[in-house]
């Protein structure tokens, strides 16, 4: 990486006119953007392909390719190529929050590429095809810090490398060459490099508003003291049973019809049995005949992470707890469609039940700590 004293100078303004309209979109390709939408900005190698990736999912408003993360101001192209402006090709994803959240595409931005790589992508080489990520606040940056682990854990387990996906707060984003614009538009078979590894990214969204208090709010109103999650193997061992250890760290599954809360109607909260993280509610519990206690949904999708399970051949979705990363049990979408379709088909063993009189809202600890 060049050092900021040895960039080119760069220039007060673009060498070249920048279009207003994106070409698939028909929104405006630079701001004034709509009210309450957000920015994101990713770099993934070139950025003909990524840019693609984010202008077809539902939610976005616009996409516009450039250069980001560099100190050359108003850079060419081909002075980015050559290495001397410290840039990434970069995408600008303007989006409406409503639909689509900032988690949702850092899980696009993740299997799409593989950001393990250093300064290449594939067989592009050089700085400028390095993975990065440009928060544009502090609540952006928390979300980024906590999908990367969360992503480096589930490469770790497919034996891939380190994350090597560079995090810093966005700084200009200068657009790129109209003809880059929309590249995958106007020259539909035209070269894409983009390669993921094939590894689900989960979904791991971060409160970053909410306090140590907040998170850790109970069904009674009052704070709970949530335990300390168990930083190595040993530890997990001492606090859980040997059946439990099995399910929860091992991905184990229970006989069915053998668990405590298969047929339980009480009134109360399901906890994360190795953590205490609030999970499902009674009112959401069913009746499923599966043998094992499931749920129409859980108490936020802050609480769960989903990831791909590719075990015993088949293709499922498995349940985590999001703040330790216990397994629970598995996501179907068998369930009762007037609550939704979905069946959380959860192990007894992963469960506690905080029995209360009168179940209100609690809010999960997303994050890990």
């Known amino acids: 990486m060049i050092e900021p004293s040895e960039a080119l100078p760069g220039r007060n303004r673009p060498e070249?006119?920048?279009?207003?309209?994106?070409?698939?979109?028909?929104?405006?390709?630079?701001?004034?953007?709509?009210?309450?939408?957000?920015?994101?900005?990713f770099a993934l190698g070139c950025f003909w392909g990524a840019e693609r990736l984010f202008w077809e999912l539902e939610g976005v408003h616009t996409t516009a390719v450039g250069y980001s993360g560099g100190f050359s101001p108003n850079p060419t192209y081909e002075e980015v190529c050559s290495g001397k402006t410290g840039h990434a090709e970069a995408v600008l994803v303007v989006f409406d929050p409503a639909k689509l959240s900032y988690a949702d595409l850092l899980?696009?931005?993740?299997?799409?590429?593989?950001?393990t790589q250093?300064?290449?992508?594939?067989?592009?080489?050089?700085?400028?095809?390095?993975?990065?990520?440009?928060?544009?606040?502090?609540?952006?940056?928390q979300i980024v810090t906590a999908t990367r682990d969360a992503y480096g854990a589930e490469l770790k387990r497919a034996g891939r490398g380190e994350i090597t996906t560079e995090i810093a707060l966005a700084g200009p984003f200068y657009y790129a060459e109209e003809y880059h614009q929309q590249y995958l538009h106007k020259?539909?078979?035209?070269?894409?490099?983009?390669?993921?590894?094939?590894?689900?990214?989960?979904?791991?969204?971060?409160?970053?508003?909410?306090?140590?208090?907040?998170?850790?709010?109970?069904?009674?109103?009052?704070?709970?003291d949530l335990p300390t999650v168990p930083a190595t193997d040993?530890?997990?061992?001492?606090?859980?049973?040997?059946?439990?250890?099995?399910?929860?760290?091992?991905?184990?599954?229970?006989?069915?019809?053998?668990?405590?809360?298969?047929?339980?109607?009480?009134?109360?909260?399901?906890?994360?049995?190795?953590?205490?993280?609030?999970?499902?509610?009674?009112?959401?519990?069913?009746?499923?005949?599966?043998?094992w206690p499931s749920f129409t949904d859980a108490v936020s999708p802050e609480a769960v992470e989903l990831v791909r399970d590719r075990t015993f051949g088949m293709v499922r979705t498995e349940v985590r707890c999001a703040r330790c990363e216990s397994h629970l049990g598995h996501l179907f979408d068998d369930g009762?469609?007037?609550?939704?379709?979905?069946?959380?088909?959860?192990n007894s063993l992963s469960l506690d039940l905080d029995e209360v009189s009168d179940v209100v809202e609690a809010t999960p600890a997303s994050s890990k700590r």
């Open 16 to 41: 070249f006119t920048i279009p207003t309209e994106h070409a698939v979109l028909g929104a405006s390709l630079q701001p004034p953007f709509p009210d309450g939408f957000e920015r994101a900005v």
């Open 107 to 115: 899980k696009v931005f993740f299997e799409a590429h593989d950001p």
């Open 118 to 141: 250093g300064m290449r992508q594939g067989n592009d080489t050089g700085t400028q095809y390095r993975s990065a990520l440009y928060p544009v606040d502090e609540r952006q940056e």
């Open 187 to 224: 020259v539909p078979h035209g070269y894409c490099g983009l390669e993921g590894t094939g590894v689900s990214c989960p979904i791991r969204p971060v409160a970053a508003t909410q306090s140590e208090e907040s998170i850790n709010m109970s069904t009674n109103g009052h704070h709970d």
């Open 234 to 291: 040993a530890e997990w061992r001492d606090r859980l049973t040997p059946e439990q250890y099995k399910v929860l760290r091992k991905a184990g599954t229970e006989p069915p019809f053998s668990g405590e809360y298969v047929d339980t109607d009480e009134n109360g909260l399901y906890r994360c049995a190795a953590c205490g993280n609030p999970l499902f509610r009674s009112a959401t519990k069913f009746h499923s005949g599966t043998g």
């Open 336 to 346: 009762p469609r007037d609550a939704g379709g979905k069946r959380f088909c959860m």
